[in-house]
C-alpha cells in the first residue's frame, strides 16, 4: 500500500543545529530580572506619591473668577465714555477697585475706579443716566469702569466679564465657586 504525503513525517524546516543555537540564545538573554516584591511596592507608592502631590498643587493654582453682568456706556466726567457695569447683588463676590473688566467680544478692556452697592432701578438713572429698563437687576452693584482699549458707543448696552476675585482650579472644576 502506498504512504499518502499526509501520513509521511515530514523533515524538519530548520536545521537542529539553528533551533539549538537560537534556544541558547534566548536563555542566555532572558527577560529582564524581575524586582523583588517589596522594591516594586516601594516604586509604586512613590509614583503614587508624585501623582498626589501634582494634583494637589494643581488643584490649589489660584485662577481668576469673573461675574457676567451688563455694561452700558455712558458719557463721563473725566473720561468721554465710561462703561457702567450692573450685576445682581448676591451673596456672590462682588468687584473690588481695580477690577479687570472685559466685554464679551474681547476687544473692550477696562478697570474698576468705583463701585456702589444696593443700588435700585431709579438710584442707577438718577446716579447714571442709565435708562430705567425692567430686565436690570434691582438690588444691583454698580461698577464705573475706565476703558483701557477699545471703543463703545454712548447708550450702548454690552455683555461684559467682570473680575471678583481668584479661586483654586479644582473650585473652579467642580463648579464650588462663589459665583
Not at 524586582?35 to 516604586?43: D, I, K, N, S
Not at 507608592?45 to 457676567?68: E, K
Not at 458719557?75 to 468721554?80: A, H, I, L, R, S
Request: proline share 9%; net charge negative; no cysteine.
Amino acid at each position: 500500500m502506498a504512504e499518502s504525503i499526509d501520513q509521511r513525517e515530514q523533515p524538519p524546516i530548520f536545521r537542529a543545529q539553528a533551533v539549538a543555537h537560537h534556544r541558547r540564545g534566548r536563555d542566555e538573554k532572558g527577560e529582564p530580572p524581575e524586582l523583588p516584591a517589596p522594591a516594586l511596592r516601594r516604586l509604586w507608592v512613590l509614583l503614587a506619591a508624585l501623582a498626589a502631590a501634582l494634583l494637589t498643587g494643581a488643584a490649589t493654582v489660584p485662577v481668576t473668577v469673573y461675574r457676567q453682568g451688563d455694561a452700558i456706556a455712558v458719557t463721563g466726567v473725566e473720561e468721554p465714555v465710561v462703561l457702567v457695569v450692573v450685576l445682581p447683588m448676591s451673596g456672590a463676590a462682588e468687584p473690588a477697585e481695580n477690577a479687570e473688566v472685559v466685554l464679551r467680544e474681547g476687544t473692550v478692556r477696562g478697570r474698576v475706579v468705583e463701585r456702589f452697592s444696593g443700588l435700585s432701578r431709579a438710584g442707577l438713572t438718577a446716579r447714571f443716566g442709565i435708562p430705567a429698563a425692567d430686565d436690570l437687576p434691582e438690588p444691583a452693584v454698580a461698577a464705573v469702569v475706565r476703558l483701557d482699549g477699545g471703543t463703545v458707543r454712548p447708550g450702548g448696552r454690552y455683555p461684559a466679564w467682570i473680575e471678583v476675585g481668584t479661586a483654586p482650579l479644582l473650585a473652579r472644576l467642580t463648579g464650588r465657586t462663589d459665583e
